[in-house]
């Protein structure tokens, strides 16, 4: 309700295009007003009843981050005025996604950014105006005239809970793009793109489903992770209790969000993310990170797999994942669901953490997950205990000593949403000097900068989400960010490598077939992907024959080229060979021992069938470390 900082109408459309190389969207509450407030409140009225969602005020922001003034010393970032979607438009929206710019089957290298509805900023009711004053009448409990307030899910653009909406890439223009129609009101919790195979994923808060779409926005299918899922990991199925957010019902209470109709916590999918060839998301309070693969044709490849579960002082959900082009995780917690009354809060803050895992290379058999024990944490704000995290984490280029941006090296710097960032009374003379104190918006911080390092965080940059300072005790008010970051070069590790390929496998001349004996393996799909080691190979073999092994043995059968395998495979998973000194692009034979690991156990000799795998390696470049992606 003060003058903000931002200069400019919501959503001014710019010349060519509004999202660039470093552009970084944020989602958070758009704020309030009392309308028609210059005409006074009787007595005895409490401004509060008579306060609503301010839908002339943006619910999305995208920002110019491309220079930062200077080096970074916790100072606050005062950037060009930001590209704003009014809640008006939108309504309030968390999760977010970029596509990959693809124009009628063209690249124009600049994407459009999709934005799902939420319930994380609150729930907001209202009954029709009972006292003539022109305002509706604010509701706590649930009552049968009840709607949504105004701003709470784009209502006035058709828009509803499960509501993903679309902002063009070039005009700016705001869409709607899918509906789930069956969320009653949890909303959406976030939102994935994958680039392969052109498909979007939402997480549904209602049903605990992930849902799968085309790039029209169509719904093709949805995964239930309560009931296909856990069984993976030795759970009991947990299927949606049918639970529905009813605002016409008495036992709805706005500040209550145990009656908002969330599924239940043990299928409650947060988090999602696509990243080499899976999906990954997190599940629950007691936050488990997850992955299901994507087949070759885009479906869910029904191979559900546990992650990890996340070790964090607080048993928080992690409500934002992201991935660097090192193989590194990067998971964003976000407190407990609040909404008071007077929209001060709408998570518990102060103790959310930003956190990443790292693979173990090679991977350790005597451990269950793939993944290091043991996480690395960043300082996220002043406040003590430096965990002020919203929920919100991506990656961003690398930035000079100066501040200025540098897209020839990828995933160098973390973004995250937080809290009261640099409110810290001890610390208040010394960050006087560096903008207002009572910053809620995004920290950025060069990935390398793990704790001890950057405690307290001087070492990072600071941009507030609306460019207002005279809200210091706001919880929750900053939701997710993305930053489009179009990386070029070789792939990130653990990321899929487009192309490549395989050709049918045949009978090497030194191991002739006894008799007219079909192949002992086929080949279903072949993955290729950049690790610390070079190139991996993930095959995916059939025994048609019958033979029955359960593992290979691999060497090289092209002059120059080294190829290794692990002694042992894990049941369900690929066979995984590593690929070294070759050409890109070139075609590799790969010669084959296919085995039982229990004949190989007795010891002595035991029967192999020998095959070579003609292997069509990418066109793409494994040497680390690189820059870009």
């Keep these: 309700m003060s003058a903000g900082l931002w200069l400019g109408g919501a959503s001014q459309a710019q010349e060519t295009r509004i999202i660039y190389p470093g552009s970084m969207a944020v989602t958070g509450f758009p704020g309030t007003v009392i309308p028609d407030f210059e005409q006074g409140l009787p007595p005895g009225v409490d401004p509060v009843d008579e306060t609503f969602i301010d839908t002339s005020q943006a619910s999305l922001r995208i920002f110019d981050v491309s220079r930062l003034g200077g080096p970074a010393s916790g100072q606050l970032v005062y950037t060009p005025p930001p590209f704003e979607v009014t809640a008006g438009q939108i309504g309030e929206v968390f999760g977010l996604t970029y596509d990959d710019g693809v124009r009628d089957g063209v690249p124009s290298g600049i994407p459009n950014l999709y934005a799902a509805a939420t319930s994380l900023h609150g729930i907001e009711i209202v009954t029709p105006d009972a006292d003539d004053d022109g305002r509706p009448e604010r509701q706590r409990r649930g009552t049968a005239s009840a709607t949504f307030m105004d701003g709470q899910f784009g209502i006035e653009n058709g828009g509803g809970p499960g ?13 709607k793009f899918a509906d789930i129609d069956t969320n009653s009101g949890p909303g959406i919790a976030n939102l994935a793109f994958d680039p392969i195979h052109r498909e979007f994923f939402a997480s549904d808060l209602d049903t605990g489903l992930i849902h799968r779409m085309d790039p029209d926005g169509n719904l093709i299918d949805s995964f239930d992770h309560g009931v296909a899922g856990r069984p993976a990991h030795g759970l009991a199925p947990v299927a949606d209790d049918g639970a529905v957010m009813d605002i016409h019902a008495a036992a709805f209470d706005s500040q209550d969000p145990k009656t908002w109709g969330y599924t239940q916590d043990e299928r409650r999918v ?35 797999r546990w992650e990890l579960t996340v070790k964090a002082d607080q048993d928080y959900a992690v409500t934002d994942i992201a991935f660097d082009n090192k193989g590194f995780l990067y998971l964003a917690q976000r ?18 953490e930003v956190i990443r895992y790292q693979r173990e290379d090679p991977d350790d058999p005597a451990t269950e997950s793939v993944w290091v024990e043991v996480p690395q944490e960043y300082a996220i704000g002043f406040p003590q205990g430096n965990r002020q995290s919203a929920g919100g984490v991506d990656l961003q280029y690398r930035y000079d000593a100066e501040g200025n941006l540098d897209t020839s090296v990828c995933t160098d710097t973390v973004v995250n949403t ?53 809200d210091p005790d706001v919880e929750g008010h900053v939701g997710d ?46 993955q290729y992907f950049c690790t610390p080691r070079g190139l991996q190979a993930d095959l995916y073999l059939k025994d048609p024959a019958g033979f029955g092994g359960d593992s290979i043995k691999a060497l090289s059968k092209t002059p120059g080229v080294g190829v290794t395998s692990p002694i042992s495979h894990a049941p369900g998973k690929p066979y995984t060979i590593d690929i070294t000194g070759h050409n890109p692009g070139e075609t590799v034979n790969v010669g084959l021992c296919f085995y039982r690991k229990s004949d190989r156990d007795k010891g002595g000799y035991y029967p192999c069938c020998k095959m070579t795998l003609p292997l069509r390696t990418p066109a793409v470049s494994c040497e680390a470390p690189r820059r870009g992606r």
């Design 481 to 526: 960010v993305r930053v489009w970051r179009p990386c070029e070069g070789r792939a990130g590790y653990y990321e899929d490598i487009p192309g490549g390929g395989y050709l049918p496998p045949f009978y090497p001349p030194d191991f002739p077939p006894p008799g007219n004996l079909p192949p002992c393996i086929d080949v279903e799909d072949v």
């Design 418 to 470: 937080g809290d009261k960032l640099r409110d810290n009374p001890e610390l208040a003379e010394r960050l006087a000097a560096g903008g207002p104190l009572a910053v809620h918006g995004v920290q950025l911080t060069p990935s390398a900068l793990v704790k001890p390092a950057n405690v307290p965080p001087f070492g990072s940059w600071f941009v507030d989400f609306d460019g207002y300072f005279e």
């Design 163 to 175: 509501t993903i909406w679309k902002v063009d890439g070039i005009t700016g223009a705001v869409s």
């Design 335 to 352: 407190g407990p669901i609040e909404n008071r009354y007077d929209y001060s809060g709408f998570a518990s803050s102060g103790k959310g």
């Design 270 to 304: 947060w988090a999602i993310s696509y990243h080499g060839g899976r999906l990954y998301y997190s599940v629950g309070e007691k936050a488990e990170i997850w992955s299901v693969g994507i087949a070759s044709d885009g479906s869910f490849a029904g191979d559900p």
